[in-house]
């Protein structure tokens, strides 16, 4: 099995995924990932935590946030391109993490 540069390099995997972070301000709060294997363990796999500002709630922004951030980090970052690693997204409010105060989202 070839290891995926997102394992071996994780400081310059990190680097990237805090410029991409930056851009995505103030919509975007934070992101953080988790790199392993897809949910079968078939592919070297990344998966976003994606921490939105509250003042994206509405339906409408909400959509489009969550596609443009998306878009923004896998133009950015190039996780499959680059990385070896295919992207998942999970998406949470501000305000929703507060209240679960959730480690892996901090």
């Given amino acids: ?4 540069r997102a394992w071996i390099q994780q400081r310059d ?4 995924v805090a410029a991409v972070e930056k851009s ?3 919509d975007v ?4 990932y988790t790199v392993g ?5 078939s592919k070297p796999a990344v998966y976003f935590r994606v921490l939105l500002a509250d003042k994206t709630a509405s339906r409408e922004r909400l959509l489009d946030t969550a596609t443009h951030a998306a878009d923004t ?3 950015g970052i190039e996780p499959f ?5 295919w992207p ?3 998406y949470r409010l501000a305000s929703e993490q507060a209240r679960l105060r959730d480690p892996a989202w901090d």
């Fill in 13 to 16: 995997f990190d680097a990237a």
């Fill in 73 to 75: 980090i896998r133009d």
């Fill in 37 to 41: 294997e897809d949910w079968d363990g």
């Fill in 24 to 26: 995505l301000a103030p």
């Fill in 88 to 90: 998942y997204f999970d």
């Fill in 29 to 32: 709060v934070r992101v953080r």
């Fill in 81 to 85: 391109e680059m990385w070896g690693v």
């Fill in 1 to 4: 099995m070839i290891v995926p």
